[in-house]
């Protein structure tokens, strides 16, 4: 493995950044090191680095976006190649919490590899663990789903699965919606599952907006919050 | 739910904090202003707080223990509940990393759910995460089993299993074993698996030692790695 070569991943805010940032001295330290990037959208990651009070001006600043989009480019991934390869130091970043985790960055992490090029995660928000551990669910062992399918009859089919495959074992299943359809998944779920399974609603995590609250189906029947347009997660088990 | 009543979940490192420590300054503000807390083990929650320049005396602090050994006494419990009751703001460690993860807090939190308290995770180093983003391999769903079985025969019995599963869907699969059994695992692994399996052995995450390898399993039995006494997570995927 060729040690002079580093990409280092970078998680983004979720979407609120205290005073100061969300990131430790260390952290601040390697940032400011870097001038070429790979980033699911060059603007967040630009505002990224303003915001973390990067001291070198934008425009030197290299940036190859690398998304659900631009993947499908054959020049993409040949510019992703070229900055790993010529570039001794390089980051990679998403468009909110840890890069690689419910996005296509596994692909440039995997290249990487491939290259011998050493690579370093460094910590940071995740709104998927975050969540999790503030579920009071089970965290000795989950599953973490992505997207649930779209359509409304495949969705409740896919609940149906999680529910069985929840009550055989002892799992936390973890899944995510896109924002504007939270309110219609929380219907589905709360209809199709069985009023003692336990439900999660991690809402709009590390933002002044968050909401977290674990009840049984049987009480969130009782009374649903509006989710309309909230980044959600949600966490079930038996 | 009682606003005032806050248990904030406090990641800790994973064996080795840079100068500065892993902090960002709104988490120093919030530890910093903490004097109660639920810790897996007590001495490495008041070493954390004296690495982080905590600024109270560390008699002042008051620690109720709770992990695997002292959550079966009745007391445990109890006490964790009357510190919850009886302070507005307590915060809950784990040894390393996020807690709740691969240790029995969630219990904790759990109860802070029925008392109503309000949960607020703090982000911070996960070696499963980090393991995870810096595999290369699919982060779009994935699923964490904890320990494996101890004995080798069920142990194997459970690769194979974990084997069809990656082959069945796209998950990647990721499990940890204690330090001293870790070349061990390994051998378990390579013997089991087939030669096309991809496997991610990573190391000490977060400290000086960090060594993070994907690659396929016919490519590791070239060479193998010495693991011992290391603290590894291990990723598969088909």
Same mark, same amino acid.
């Given at each position: ?23 430790? +001295?260390?952290? #601040?330290?390697?940032?400011y ?8 959208? &060059?603007?967040?990651?630009r ?8 001291? %070198?001006?934008?425009?030197e ?8 989009h631009?993947? !499908?480019?054959p =020049?993409?991934? &040949?510019?992703?190649?070229k900055?790993?390869?010529?570039? +001794? ?10 890069p ?7 692909? *440039?992490?995997?290249? !990487?590899? =491939? ?5 370093? +995660?460094l ?8 969540? @999790? ?17 779209? /359509? ?9 699965? @999680? ?9 936390? %299943?973890?899944?995510? =919606? !896109? ?5 219609? #998944? ?10 003692? #399974?336990?439900?999660? *609603? !991690?809402?709009?995590?590390?933002? +002044? ?5 674990? /009840? ?11 989710? %309309?347009?909230?980044?959600? #997660?949600?966490?079930?088990? &038996?």
């Amino acid at each position: 493995m060729d040690q002079l070569k580093l990409l280092y991943l970078i998680p983004v805010d979720l979407g609120f950044s205290p005073e100061g940032g969300i990131y430790s +001295p260390e952290q #601040i330290r390697i940032i400011y090191s870097l001038k070429h990037f790979v980033a699911e959208n &060059a603007s967040t990651a630009r505002k990224m680095l303003k915001k973390c009070g990067y001291p %070198h001006p934008l425009q030197e600043v290299e940036i190859v976006e690398f998304n659900e989009h631009t993947r !499908a480019m054959p =020049e993409t991934m &040949a510019d992703v190649k070229k900055m790993l390869t010529d570039v +001794p130091v390089c980051g990679l970043m998403s468009e909110a919490g840890m890069p690689c985790v419910a996005d296509p960055g596994h692909e *440039v992490v995997r290249l !990487a590899h =491939e290259l011998k090029i050493k690579v370093v +995660p460094l910590h940071g928000p995740s709104s998927i663990m975050q969540a @999790l551990v503030a579920s009071g669910l089970n965290g000795q062992q989950f599953v973490f789903h992505g997207y649930l399918p779209v /359509k409304t009859e495949f969705r409740k089919s896919k609940l149906r699965e @999680l529910q069985v495959q929840a009550q055989k074992s002892n799992y936390t %299943h973890i899944f995510m =919606e !896109a924002p504007y359809r939270s309110n219609q #998944i929380l219907q589905d779920i709360v209809s199709v599952l069985s009023d003692l #399974i336990s439900l999660c *609603v !991690a809402c709009e995590i590390g933002t +002044p907006e968050e909401y977290i609250e674990t /009840k049984k189906i049987g009480q969130w029947k009782k009374s649903l919050p509006d989710l %309309h347009k909230k980044r959600c #997660i949600f966490c079930i088990s &038996a």
